[in-house]
Structures are given as C-alpha cells and as structure tokens.
C-alpha cells in the first residue's frame, strides 16, 4: 500500500494514483475543484487509447522537443491539474530545454498563483513566472488574459498542457507556436496547436523531455527538419483512429 492506500496490484492503479495527486491538490490548494472534473474526461480519453503514448504523439514530442530547443524563448504554462500531476516533470523539461516556466490559470486568484509557484520551487524550480501578471493575450476578457509581459507575453513557443479552447485559440492568434497537450483529439486547444501531443501530461512531459535530451547536440537543419516533417492534421486523425480501433481490431 502507498501513502493513498491504493494497493499497488490494483488493475487500475495509476489511475486511481493520479486521481489522489488531484485529489491532493485540491485539498492544498493548487488545484481548482474544476480540475476534478478535468481529470475525469482526460481519464476517460486515456482509458480509450489504451493509456498509452501512441505513435503518433511520441513523434508530436519529438516536434515539440525540436520546437522548444530552437526557440528564441519558450515557456512552459503551469495550471492546476498540471501543478498536482507533474510538477517534478515540468521542472525536468525546462532544464532540458532552456525554457522559463509560468503559472498561468484559468481560475486565476493570487493566493493559488503563490501555492502553485511555491510547489514548483520545491520541486526544483529556480525561477517560476506568473506572479506579475503585467501581460495580456490580446481577445479575452480580463483575468483569463493576464500572462507575464516577459514570459508568455513575449515568448515565441509556448507548451500549454490541458488548456481550455478559447485561451488556446486566442495564444494560437498572436503568432506564437503552441504545443498543446491534451488526451481529447477533438477538443479546440489541440485542433488549434501547431504540435498537438494527444497523451497523458504524466507520460507527454518526460518523452518530450527524454526527445530534447537526445537532440541536444542536433543543428538547426535537423531541427528544422523534425519540425517541418511533423503534420498536427495527420496527427490528430491518427489519435481519433486509436480511439476508434478496439483491442480485437489492434491484435489483428
Ligand atoms: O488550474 P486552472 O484554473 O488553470 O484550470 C485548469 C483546468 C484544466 C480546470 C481548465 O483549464 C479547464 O477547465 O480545462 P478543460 O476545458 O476541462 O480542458 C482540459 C482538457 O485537458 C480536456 O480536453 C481533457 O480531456 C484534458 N485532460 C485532462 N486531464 C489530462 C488531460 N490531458 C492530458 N493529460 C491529463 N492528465
């Protein structure tokens, strides 16, 4: 047993563990009590794709790990859900890659901005973004469109991880490349990404940072190539499809 008393030979354990993170988050208050509900359609997309990363989100992380690495400066948004699930992991993937990391919510209110930020300090963050709030994304209405004027507000690639539509359409608006992750291939945010990496943040974060380790010595061209040959439509079709394909039809 684990400290959240799901036995480890539970056919459904890392769910019901990821469940608790949440769970947990909420009660420190990290995690908005929407993110309850944000979980439970992202389990039941994960659930329908085998809770696997499929082939095609292992090559949108590797888009999105050549993407970060040729940067001129990219930001990793933090929300709740992602704060409770992964914390460790972000803190990883913007070492690996250079990039700034930023709390940036949808509920924003400052007291879970400081809590958010503070559990990403004791999880190794340096620095973490967010708390100014002296940017805006142009098209939204006031809270939901207060980023940090040098941070998302002026980065060229932002990763935003299970990101309401509107918000992502209006990032996707200014220009800036946005990798969204997200489990539901049909939501707006990963219809509206340049690299959509439809898979769980808990297995998206490492495999893109395990990719940007691997193309750290690459040059420009092989960037450039990586992200050139990556197509989000085919993308996209190739996760609806795994939803659709049953266990009878994937052994055949
Ligand atoms: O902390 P805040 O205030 O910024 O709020 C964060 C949430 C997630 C509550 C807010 O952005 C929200 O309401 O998001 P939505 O519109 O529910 O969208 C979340 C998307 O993430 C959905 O498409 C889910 O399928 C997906 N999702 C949920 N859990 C995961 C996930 N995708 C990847 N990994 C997950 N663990």
Redesign the pocket.
Known sequence: MTDVDVPESHPRYESLL?RHRIEAGVEKGI??R??L???G???A??YLLGERTIPSADAAARAAAAHLLRADRAVLSV???VAA?APGETVELAAATGADVEV?????TEERMERIAAHLREHGAEEVLGLAGDGRIPGLDHERATVDADGIGSADVVLV?????DRAEALAATGKTEIV????PL?R?ARTASVPVV????R?LPNVTDHARELAGADEAELDAIVEAFDPEEALSAAERAIRTTDEERDR
């Open positions: 990821l995690t908005s929407q993110g509900i944000a979980q359609r992202g389990e997309f994960d929300n709740g859900n699930l940036n919510l949808f509920n924003r991880p299970l990101e309401d539509g992750v997200d489990l539901n939501s945010s898979d769980n943040i808990v998206a």
